[in-house]
């Protein structure tokens, strides 16, 4: 039975833990084994997130201790705030985890702490959780643990044995920026664990080839995250910093947090009405475009386009600046092709693609497959477009862009939109 003064810490490291939303289940499976609690078949083990089959899951998303030796200044926990502070105790937290677990509250740990005395210290408390969470405890749930930049290779090959997946938030995507709002952090502190346990991965695929029953590392790879509108950043700076992590073959995820106004006394940071989440939105549409759909980050934004438009999504904002590559015919394009139209997702180009080997696609067909004719029906040809409309369908280079995207805009969307490009942005004269 947990104690009322553990609850109070709990309460109190949940709270600091909120603003990490760097935290993912899919891409590791430890089926149930004998002898052992819990288990990950079918991507469990998250709360608050999304399985692979699209479930949301339950997590115990915890700070070991919202005590930490930085200041960086777009973090509630910094040195210098006056927050509620606590510290729980290795075996407390190990409790607390098995007891959650026991009454079918939680389905997995998402474990990440501040930095006390030094790196080491830290992250020998947090591998030391699960290790004995794993050794003492029996646990055979997912775990999420945040690594401590500046901690030894030996506690982190350590720790990726008994982890799930790892993670090291980069937190700003250019150097000069993080050095100005966290001047004890460099992104070689961060880009050497991330390194590291990218090389104990690829070592241990090598040695599982050779031994069947070798131990597990890192199973379920890497992630990380980036704040949103707290610098100058663009989202051109942000999605390729996004590209170059994804070309590492253990980086699974980026994430994108809108920059919480939570240290408005600073005059480093923007003075933000609100998160700036249209456009956190659309960061994470064009990584989705970059992942699946074969964008490279130059064609989702340019010299002339550094940010993402708020109004339409990023394949739509493509789609008008580029009439030439249109209409595609349905019947006869290649995936690559199909896949770019709006309203056509991966899983219906693929139906497409392999449903005309049957027969002609038409309109009736594609609305059955799930497109969004509303606007693809702009974008493409498939030997007929009148059997749902009355009137043959003008295309976009009949239309012209200009006068297509105010029918394929909301005003719902605009007014988000508006509502995003009217928050204040005050950053103060030296430079952020």
């Known amino acids: 039975m947990l104690s009322e003064k553990t609850l109070e810490k709990l309460r109190i490291l949940t709270e600091s833990a909120k603003y990490d939303v760097s935290c993912s289940s899919s891409g590791t499976v430890r089926s149930g084994k004998q002898g052992m609690v819990g288990n990950t078949v079918g991507g469990m083990g998250i709360c608050h997130s999304f399985a692979d089959d699209g479930r949301c899951i339950s997590l115990l998303k915890v700070m070991l201790t919202n005590y930490c030796k930085y200041d960086c200044a777009y973090c509630i926990n910094r ?15 190990e409790e607390i985890t098995m007891e959650f677990y026991r009454r079918n509250y939680i389905e997995g740990l998402f474990l990440s702490s501040g930095v006390v005395r030094t790196p080491d210290y830290t992250m020998e408390r947090l591998t030391a959780i699960v290790r004995d969470l794993r050794t003492v405890h029996h646990f055979n749930g997912y775990i999420h643990l945040k690594s401590i930049p500046g901690a030894s290779r030996e506690l982190l090959t350590e720790a990726g044995r008994w982890a799930d997946r790892m993670s ?9 920026s993080l050095k100005l709002l966290a001047p004890e952090k460099d992104h070689q502190s961060v880009f050497q664990p991330m390194q590291l346990i990218q090389q104990g991965v ?26 949103v509108g707290a610098t100058k950043e663009s989202d051109r700076d942000i999605l390729q910093m996004s590209s170059a992590l994804y070309n590492q073959p253990t980086m699974r995820r980026v994430y994108y947090s809108g920059y919480i106004s939570v240290n408005t006394y600073d005059p480093r940071l923007p003075n933000l009405k ?22 490279s980050v130059n064609e989702i934004v340019d010299d002339e386009h550094t940010n993402l438009d708020l109004e339409i999504d990023p394949k739509l904002a493509w789609a008008l600046r580029h009439p030439e590559f249109f209409p595609v015919d349905i019947n006869t394009a290649a995936y690559e092709h199909i896949v770019r139209v709006p309203g056509i997702g991966t899983k219906s180009a693929w139906l497409i693609v392999n449903s005309r080997r049957f027969g002609r696609i038409t309109s009736y067909h594609l609305k059955k497959m799930g497109v969004v004719m509303k606007k693809a029906k702009y974008f493409i040809t498939c030997g007929e477009l009148t059997s749902n409309f009355s009137q043959p ?19 719902a969307q605009q007014k988000r939109a508006a509502q995003e490009q009217q928050l204040q942005f005050d950053f103060g004269e030296d430079g952020t």
Not at 81 to 86: G, V
Not at 203 to 226: I, L, Y
Not at 278 to 290: C, G, M, P, S
């Open 274 to 295: 609100q998160p700036p989440l249209v456009r956190e939105n659309r960061l994470y549409q064009a990584d989705w475009l970059l992942r699946f759909y074969q964008f």
């Open 168 to 176: 090291v938030n980069i937190e700003i995507p250019k150097e000069e």
């Open 79 to 93: 040195r210098t705030n006056d927050i509620p502070r606590a510290t729980l105790s290795v075996s407390e937290l």
């Open 393 to 411: 369908i003008v295309g976009i280079n009949e239309m012209h862009p200009e006068r297509l995207r105010p029918l394929l805009v909301s005003k």
């Open 202 to 227: 690829l070592e241990n695929k090598e040695d599982r080839k050779k031994f069947r029953h070798a131990p597990r590392f890192v199973p379920a790879g890497q992630s990380t995250q980036m704040i």
